[in-house]
């Protein structure tokens, strides 16, 4: 059965999956306006067809379109499906050696969530800290490049509020400043 059989909601939630690729079970249910019950049927339609696959982070479990990223773009998209992610990645890129007060301040969070998460960056080698003094000063060390064309496919809303800022990033990058 391919994709020219599947009914019009079943269809729906596949260009959406492939529109928005790492998001999380509720999320797509939020943001498609199904029912849990719903999606859980079209969801395990597209898994059994070989059109859609899922990876567990954590206590979640994200959806992808099957066969388009490695388990390594599907670790990052499952992460920047966060807002608070995304928020903290860019911060630290624009920032390099942003502190904690300085995350918490800018993202109005609170400094257990920016440490769960800087640990998950850590855990994927996207970000390291780095002890000066009393402080700790995080540096985003993943792929720039990757991360901005990532962000800027799916997730163009918050790559346009950042995009001036990374402009910069990338020329004094390319500069070796």
Not at 23 to 50: P, T, V
């Amino acid at each position: 059965m391919g994709s020219n059989e599947l009914n019009e909601r079943t269809k729906r939630v596949l260009n959406f999956i492939r529109e928005n690729p790492g998001l999380s079970f509720n999320e797509l249910s939020r943001r498609l306006g199904l029912a849990k019950g719903d999606l859980q049927y079209h969801i395990q339609r597209l898994e059994k067809q070989g059109l859609v696959t899922s990876k567990r982070s954590g206590l979640r479990k994200h959806y992808f379109p099957r066969g388009i990223f490695d388990e390594r773009e599907k670790d990052i998209l499952s992460l920047l499906s966060s807002e608070n992610v995304r928020g903290i990645i860019m911060y630290i890129i624009a920032n390099p050696g942003a502190t904690q007060k300085e995350l918490c301040s800018e993202l109005g969070l609170s400094p257990p969530t920016v440490n769960y998460y800087i640990g998950n960056l850590k855990e994927l080698n996207l970000v390291r800290s780095i002890k000066d003094g009393k402080f700790v000063k995080y540096y985003f060390t993943g792929d720039v490049e990757l991360f901005v064309k990532l962000i800027q496919n799916y997730h163009p809303s918050l790559f346009e509020r950042w995009a001036d800022r990374i402009v910069d990033i990338f020329m004094n990058l390319e500069e070796g400043v």
